[in-house]
């Protein structure tokens, strides 16, 4: 690691993950020296792929769509495609098999997608296009302020004109609606409010909470524009070309290289201190961890304001995280599989089941029928695994561990050791196997990534939790991490910034919290000179 110059470096980014790189980006953009240091041996967090699980398969250790990263402006703008970044889509967006062999079907042309739904219950295609227009009117703003530094000024002054123009306070009633509700306001029939709450489940929201119908009308348009695109050849494709961008512009990373510290000294941060006993002087520290290892760990309690501290205590963690893949010898078997297949399935009954499962895992109850969220990534990108194979996966939501009250099928302890973990994999295979008979036959192998095994390959997934913390209403926007932060990247400390999941806006692949980390640092550093 070198010493950057006799003044140190501009900034160190901790963490290379796509928040740690885009700040390293942004940053770089403006001229800033530059150092990222990683505690991995790869750089990329939790986009990453690996082929430990089969030679021939290529597999998304963790996120694998990615619809927000070509959404948000903080990694559209990065033109990342001139840097070896080629995007792959599923024939079909997602799909949701229900019912006797019936399947509800996002399709990227809106048009496809209705046409669908009517088929299922008349009406239903005509109540679908009237969505997609008002997202047509709102989305674009919508997104842009829930992606930029908080408060949202321009994107809020689109805005709210967009919503005086596509029905003004009905709209907003909707958008806050708990999703379980406005499914069934807006549709007659079960399958669109089956592709609404399937996509809210993708967070933490219980379905009938206040947050979850904004959320699931964000990520069921996101699919119905832009897709869920995934990476052609790995989720690690998407980090070497951000690796690649910011190397090329003078970032210096160095992985295998773990913070343990960050130095502060007459009230300002100074630089930070990695395992090994090295120290690197800087005037800032844009920090792509979590707030719990960030506030009280690497910085000292001494040196954070009173009021932050306090605001950690109630902080909350998103529940855990189970993910399992698989390396099968053929495509799923799905009941009546559509002619184009989807990337992402989603696996539950009904909206009321998914209520219920969701419900379970935020009161403490480790589901006995757990919502599936689930990957055919070969189908989605031919170079992930051999042809006529399949690379597939799938994760769903636990309590995190000591959290657990019990299990509604009292076969795990809820602590998720290896046992645990395995049995509830078990439980997501059979789970599979009732929509795909026969899909146990073609599991050539499996792998199981249980909460504990998730954090050690990425220390910012504490205890599973995928989300830096909570979604819920109570911890998003000017409350995220606490009410102290008021929703910006600047910790009170100067010199320090929360670039990660835990920083306004949250979780998910959009490059938004490390850019208005990096933007919060330019802009102090301009008004100290």
């Known amino acids: 690691m070198s010493a950057g110059s006799s003044t140190g470096w501009d900034a160190v980014v901790v963490g290379a993950g796509p928040n740690g790189l885009v700040a390293a980006n942004v940053l770089a953009d403006a001229g800033w020296r530059v150092l990222v240091l990683e505690a991995q041996p790869t750089p990329g967090g939790a986009v990453r792929s690996d082929r430990e699980l089969h030679p021939d398969f290529v597999h998304d250790t963790f996120s694998a769509f990615y619809p927000l990263a070509v959404a948000s402006r903080a990694i ?18 997602l799909g949701h098999p229900f019912g006797d062999g019936q399947w509800a079907v996002l399709h990227r042309d809106r048009h496809d997608t209705a046409s669908g739904l009517d088929a299922l219950r008349a009406g239903d295609g005509d109540a679908w296009l009237e969505l997609c227009a008002t997202w047509d009117r709102i989305g674009p703003a919508l997104v842009d302020g829930l992606t930029s530094p908080f408060p949202p000024v321009r994107a809020g002054a689109r805005l709210l004109p967009a919503l005086a123009r596509s029905g003004g306070l009905d709209t907003v009633r909707r958008l806050a ?26 967070a933490d929201f219980p379905l009938s909470s206040p947050g979850s119908g904004v959320f699931g009308v964000l990520m069921t348009m996101l699919g119905q524009t832009v ?30 290289a773990e913070v343990t510290g960050v130095d502060v000294r007459d009230g ?11 120290s690197c002087a800087t005037r800032a520290v844009l920090a792509d961890v979590s707030a719990t290892h960030l506030f009280g ?3 000292a309690e001494e040196h954070l304001p009173p009021r932050l501290m306090r605001g950690m205590r109630d902080f909350e963690l998103d529940p855990g995280t189970v993910k399992v893949d698989w390396a099968l010898s053929g495509p799923v078997p799905w009941t009546n599989r559509p002619e184009r297949a989807p990337g992402t399935v989603h696996v539950a009954d009904s909206v009321e089941e998914m209520t219920e499962t969701l419900a379970q895992v935020a009161s403490g109850v480790v589901p006995d029928r757990p919502f599936l969220l689930t990957g055919q990534m070969t189908t989605s990108d031919p170079t992930r695994s051999p042809a006529g194979t399949e690379s597939f996966w799938a994760y769903t939501h636990v309590p995190q561990p000591g959290k657990t009250r019990r299990d509604a099928a009292d076969e795990v302890t809820g602590e998720w050791g ?20 026969g899909f146990g036959d073609l599991v050539l192998e499996r792998r199981v990534l249980g909460p504990h095994e998730l954090e050690a390959r990425n220390a910012n997934l504490v205890g599973g939790a ?13 409350f995220r991490p606490v009410p102290a932060m008021r929703g910006r990247a600047a910790t009170g400390v100067p010199g320090l910034y929360l670039a990660s999941a835990s920083a306004h806006p949250g979780g998910g692949v959009h490059g938004a919290a490390g850019a208005n980390a990096a933007r919060a640092a330019l802009w102090h550093q301009r008004i100290r000179r």
């Open 76 to 93: 559209a703008d990065l033109r990342l495609e001139d840097h070896g970044l080629t995007w792959e889509h599923a024939p079909a967006v």
């Open 418 to 437: 290896h046992d645990d973990a395995q049995r509830f994999a078990d439980r997501m295979q059979a789970r599979i196997e009732a929509v795909a008979p």
């Open 466 to 478: 995928v989300n830096g913390g909570t979604s819920q209403l109570h911890q998003e926007l000017v």
């Open 227 to 256: 897709g869920f695109p995934v990476p052609r050849g790995g989720a690690q494709q998407l980090t070497e070309s951000l690796v690649t961008r910011c190397t090329g512009l003078g970032v210096e990373l160095v992985t295998d």
């Open 177 to 202: 609606t708990p999703v379980a509700s406005l499914g069934r306001e807006l549709f007659a029939g079960p399958a669109a409010p089956l592709l609404l709450n399937g996509n809210a489940g993708h």
């Open 297 to 299: 760990r690497l910085v």
């Open 268 to 278: 300002r941060v100074v630089g930070v201190r990695t395992r090994d006993g090295q």
